[in-house]
């Protein structure tokens, strides 16, 4: 029998979401500990190395790619040019050929909202700049939702779903 629970905008496991920490101070007050996953700050933390490691994309370098994301078969990629990719290995495969388009410009989150929960993290955002297609420049502005778990001492990306680009969608 599985349990679900709803953290943010995103349904999880019972074993992902759960309670951020809290601890008795000494006036008997609750008091907010850091839970061991750094919390919201180290979310936010693992939302911006996302975010350079995209821009970095946009150049055709996709090592820092690999290193924010969790590299478990579990993990799911819902992008601008459409599909679902399911697994490290089809992730990966459709970063490269994103890479390989050198798409230039930038992106950056804006409006961001953070929502931790035990060794899960939701971040909601809108994503916006602009890539460069066949040398015209493209706008960007659409919505992103990106998970993270805490995995091994640090936040790794295991969803990353956004709306469609008309210009990649396949």
């Given at each position: 029998?599985?349990?679900?629970?709803?953290?943010?905008?995103?349904?999880?496991?019972?074993?992902?979401?759960?309670?951020?920490?809290?601890?008795?101070?000494?006036?008997?007050?609750?008091?907010?500990?850091?839970?061991?996953?750094?919390?919201?700050?180290?979310?936010?933390?693992?939302a911006a190395s996302?975010?350079?490691?995209?821009?970095?994309?946009?150049?055709?370098?996709?090592?820092?790619?690999?290193?924010?994301?969790?590299?478990?078969?579990?993990?799911?990629?819902?992008?601008?040019?459409?599909?679902?990719?399911?697994?490290?290995?089809?992730?990966?495969?459709?970063?490269?050929?994103?890479?390989?388009?050198?798409?230039?410009?930038?992106?950056?989150?804006?409006?961001?909202?953070?929502?931790?929960?035990?060794?899960?993290?939701?971040?909601?955002?809108?994503?916006?700049?602009?890539?460069?297609?066949?040398?015209?420049?493209?706008?960007?502005?659409?919505?992103?939702?990106?998970?993270?778990?805490?995995?091994?001492?640090?936040?790794?990306?295991?969803?990353?779903?956004?709306?469609?680009?008309?210009?990649?969608?396949?």
């Amino acid at each position: 029998m599985k349990r679900w629970a709803l953290c943010g905008a995103v349904v999880l496991t019972m074993a992902g979401c759960t309670s951020p920490t809290t601890s008795q101070s000494t006036t008997g007050q609750p008091a907010a500990s850091q839970p061991a996953t750094g919390g919201e700050p180290a979310a936010r933390e693992a939302a911006a190395s996302f975010y350079s490691a995209l821009n970095a994309m946009f150049t055709g370098e996709v090592g820092p790619m690999t290193e924010v994301w969790s590299h478990r078969d579990d993990v799911t990629y819902m992008g601008p040019t459409g599909g679902l990719k399911t697994g490290w290995a089809a992730v990966l495969k459709d970063w490269e050929a994103q890479a390989a388009l050198k798409l230039g410009g930038t992106v950056k989150p804006e409006d961001m909202h953070v929502t931790v929960g035990g060794d899960l993290a939701v971040v909601q955002n809108v994503e916006k700049g602009e890539n460069v297609v066949d040398g015209k420049p493209q706008i960007v502005s659409i919505r992103a939702t990106n998970v993270f778990r805490f995995e091994d001492g640090k936040w790794k990306m295991i969803t990353h779903h956004t709306d469609l680009l008309p210009y990649l969608a396949k």
